[in-house]
DNA sequence: TATGAATGAGCCTTCATTCAT
DNA sequence: GATGAATGAAGGCTCATTCAT
């Protein structure tokens, strides 16, 4: 009846609801309705429970963007999509977002992290590529490492607007905004991309 | 003989050395010679650091840009020794950065947190307002909302480096240089700014 | 395919290697290949499988004494041989012969290792016996009791020997030698025997 | 106030009462009125309380064979009284008394055990070292190696009476009487010790 | 008989915090 | 202000044992 998958749920939910910190073990346990020594059957510690985590993030985000972002549509929406969904995961998901952005999970399973963004990586930057080639976007863009450069625009300032800068949406929105603005003009979008 | 002190000093090293999780407050005042109780007398927990690290951990990027950047410089330049700044801050305290940047150090402090980031948001506004008034940069650009946009473009790739991709030092380069430009693109640095 | 000696031999193997108190019921099965339920069938609990391997070691021990132990030899020939092969399988597992010596694995099982140390004390009491019969030792020996007597200190001795003076080989020959000595001496081999 | 002593005494006690394994280191605690935490302040694991139980034991036994032993008496008296003392403590301490002697509480402290029974040894070997003199005993005799041969046979059946033929009081003055007249004619006490 | 995933009581250990000196 | 021995709540983790298959 998937145990692992009842641990990653309630460990989600719980680190969300109250915090990584202050979420212990057994209160993991008990929200998913299994026996204390179960949980070590599936994960060694608090801490390889993350890369797991960060996988089903992962998937949370790329299914958010997927279902925003359609082929039709110009890059520029298309990026506009992005920030949005990113922004919006960020908010449900704050304090889960920064652990998983800033690694600071320990540094023993930090293989394991590199693997999980992968596919936000790929998907975007195959997103510059097409863009690329049909010249909708500047030429000397080179797309896996500006997809890169691109999350961790948008996360941090996601991150930023939410430990900063929470008084009012008003603020959050123009942020927003102005970080779309900026991307597209790093990407040279409405230049005439010589 | 400046308590006070020695207990910042003394954290900072062992969190750069051990990490924050495993440096113990024990660890702390063994390694500042100072006893036990006398921690409580300068601050409440360990969490309370936090802000007073983050303070100096500003001070020293804030010295290191002022450092390499000279107002004679073209903006061009003096973005591109902002980036190397930070870079450089980063590579050192990989993981105090990481926290103090993504804020995870308990969000009861963060009203402090807001606070110390803003000498460097100060500082970047008023370079980008120099540039804006010269007609150097983007004339749409927001000197204080970007400020925050660099900073997060920044140190994310700086520490997505550092955590991801630390195989090799070229690496590193390739990445920085890659920023860099992304950042001139953006802010429409040799363009005609029109 | 004799699950029960699977779990003997991988218990005593695993005593012999990795001490008792850290072989845990778990690495057991493991070693001998049956499922963690199996053990059960044979055995209530890890104590309970003291006397089943005290039995096999006081086998091992039979057969080195029967090995080397002729009934053409001399009583003094025969004892010295007897301390001799004492000395070998206490320093072949000797952790395990320490406890089963000692019977420290607990008093609930006291009954059974009263009747698996039977077999040595019964042919050494014999072998005495015989002696005494053909007035080789001193008369006033009582076979049975003076059987222990001789178990107890020879075992003793060899356990010191592993634990104190474990620093070279020579060190343990002359204590076996002393040994064996002093037990001729005891039983009067070598004088007169009036 | 003595809260390692009180460690140790509650140690004894209750390893004496409920034996090692069953006594928790929670019962040693509450047991001697100190905190959870105290208690690693002084010894860092249940096993390393070991060695200083062990002095504490090895002190009330010579202070009981000092109390017996005269030097008015002859060496044969004086043997017996050993005797009589070590199986007496024996039968107060008998589990703990196992275990010191077959050093069996972990390999770890192993160097420590060694020395905890030196003064035994000593007092011993000096013993046999004035009779020797006075040839009162066999004058093959070497009397450190042999004080070691006298420890172990009169403990190791002491353990053994009360392991296994606890059944009456009379069976253990009949080992005792034996034990002690197989010591004497080991020394050769009783003969004219040519 | 055999299996092995699941159980959960219970112990050890840590470590931030206090307070008498 | 400074000390550091003492505290004890809190939680991680183990591991023998069970039981449905």
Redesign the pocket.
Known sequence: ?G?REAIIDSSIHLFKTNGIE??????I?KDA??????????F???LSLMPAIAEVMVEIMMKRIKNEVQTGQTIEVQLTKIVESIYSVTEEYSELMAMIYSGLASTEHLKEWETVYAPVYEWISNLLEDAKTNKKIRQSIEPHRTAKLIIGLVESTAEQVHLYDYKDKHEIENQQTAVTQFLLDALGISDNNS
Chains 1, 2, 3, 4 share one sequence.
């Open positions: 009846m145990k202050n979420t212990k073990i057994s209160d346990v309705q299994i026996a204390q020594g179960t949980f070590y059957l599936y060694s510690s608090k």
